[in-house]
Structures are given as C-alpha cells and as structure tokens.
C-alpha cells in the first residue's frame, strides 16, 4: 500500500480527555506503523507546550498540527506559524471580557485562563471532552497559569466558555470577518464550550501544508477525531475515522468509526485500515 500520513487528535481520541497517557496499545501501533513507513502526526487544538508532555514521554511522532492548525512542524522543521495581531488580541479579550465570557488564551510555549474558571467549570455537567479536557487540566495543573501572568506574548487561539450565546455576540460582531467562533456539541451541559480560530488555519489546511511540504497526495491521509473542532481534519483527509466516543455529528461525516479510546480504539483502527507493519500489504 502507498505511505500514509496519518493525523491523530488527542483528548478523547489518542488519550482519555484531559490525560498525557496514551493506551499502550495505541503506542504499540503508532510504533508498528511507523516501522511500515507511514509518518505520524498529531492535530490537535493543543498548543506546542501542551503539545510537549507528549513528544518528550514518547518517540512515536514525526511532527504536528498544533493550536487548531495555527502552528505546523515536521521533525525540527517550522511549516507554518500564524498568530493572531496585537490588534486582533486585544479586541478579542476586551469584548470577551465585557460580556463576562471566560477565556483561555494559548501562546505556542505558554496557556492561561481567566480566575473563576475552575470553579465555573464545576458547575456544569456532562459536557463532551472538550470541556472534560479543561477541567482536567485545571484540576491537574496542565501548566495553564492565570491571566494575571500573561505577558503579552502571541497568541494562536482563543478558548472560550460561558453560560448564553448572547455573552459572544459583540465578539462575533466585530471579529466574525477574521475569526470561527466554533462551539462544541455539549451532550447536556449547562454551559457554552468554544473556540476562537483564525480564518487562515484550521486542521485541514494544516493537513494540506504538510502534504505540500512532503510531497504528498491527500488521498494518501488519514485522520482520527472525535469531536467537531476536528471537522476540517475529517473533511479534509482521504480516510477519516471518529471515535465511538466522539461527536454523533462527526462521526455521520467519518467513512469509519473505530471503538472507544477506552477500548483500544486507535489500535484498533489502525488494523482495520491496515496501517501495521505485520499487514501483508504494507509494502
């Protein structure tokens, strides 16, 4: 079979939401595809520092999409990097904070959130792994620091929670042009769960810029997701598979639906796609 490119989103897809531990069957199987000459990446809306837990603990990835697509590497090599301006920041967090919104903001080597949030997040129930993935981080400390500290350094992305639609609406007035405002599917939560993403990025065209950057078809990508901030991944890539955990919309779009990461999905998926060394068409 040709070499794949194969992207994989992280919370609620290669790990449980909120979690740097990958099943080790899903890292038995990133190993034995990478020994059959596919390359892997992640793609996810993590920045490059929530990014790193994962590239430090296991060798097993050829590169990135990080921050939504906002920041692509392969191997030591930067593809694409496009933050938001100055200008563009600072209207985000004024009308944002305005209106009582909660916000975390994610640099490439730093994430930090507005005081309240943990206690918010407490209040709401059920939610998908989105919202799982941030209580998890702030429960855990996933080096996400209040806003007191921010610096002002670049941002890629804008995460953003609250109780009403309403709270985003003089943001989505005067940024809508430049910006998706992408709200999760909340499975029941009393609360709103989103994200603000540049128009220029997103996780398809991340895909597209590291098919061009290494020469290949995208006929020949496969992508792995479970919620809607991977749609553009799932649009864009030759096989898409979503989680049995994943979103009831994404996985209506996907070709395939693997099981559940607690399952051993990705392990799982990468042999019914025949993505393994052992697979007598790996050549």
Not at 61 to 74: E, H, K, L, Q
Not at 111 to 125: I, K, N, P, T, V
Not at 228 to 236: G, S, V
Request: glycine letters at 10%; proline letters at 4%; one cysteine or more.
């Amino acid at each position: 079979m040709n070499k794949k490119l194969i992207f994989l989103d992280i919370d609620g897809t290669l790990t449980a939401p909120g979690s740097n531990n990958p099943p080790e069957s899903a890292l038995k199987a990133i190993r034995s595809a990478r020994e059959a000459g596919h390359k892997v990446f992640l793609c996810s809306g993590r920045n490059y520092d929530m990014l790193s837990p994962l590239l430090k603990a296991y060798d097993c990835f050829d590169g990135a999409v990080a921050s939504s697509g906002g920041y692509v590497f392969y191997g030591d090599e930067v593809l694409y990097d496009c933050p938001m301006s100055d200008e563009q920041r600072e209207t985000a967090m004024r009308l944002l904070g305005q209106t009582g919104v909660f916000r975390t903001v994610e640099a490439k080597d730093g994430s930090y959130c507005d005081e309240g949030m943990g206690a918010f997040l407490q209040e709401c129930s059920g939610g998908n792994s989105e919202l799982l993935r941030w209580r998890e981080a702030l429960e855990k400390d996933l080096g996400i620091r209040p806003m007191a500290e921010y610096d002002g350094r670049p941002i890629y992305k804008v995460v953003f929670m609250c109780r009403e639609v309403e709270q985003l609406a003089p943001a989505i007035k005067a940024l809508e042009k430049d910006f998706f405002f992408l709200v999760q599917d909340m499975n029941g939560a009393n609360c709103l769960n989103g994200e603000l993403v540049n128009r220029k990025f997103d996780k398809g065209l991340g895909i597209r810029r590291v098919c061009e950057a290494l020469g290949y078809s995208l006929e020949d990508t496969v992508g792995f997701g479970d919620s809607m901030n991977d749609l553009e991944m799932i649009e864009t890539v030759g096989m898409s598979v979503c989680m049995a955990n994943g979103s009831p919309k994404l996985q209506k779009m996907s070709k395939l639906v693997c099981p559940s990461v607690e399952e051993d999905g990705l392990a799982k998926g990468f042999e019914i796609l025949g993505l393994l060394k052992s697979d007598k068409n790996e050549a």
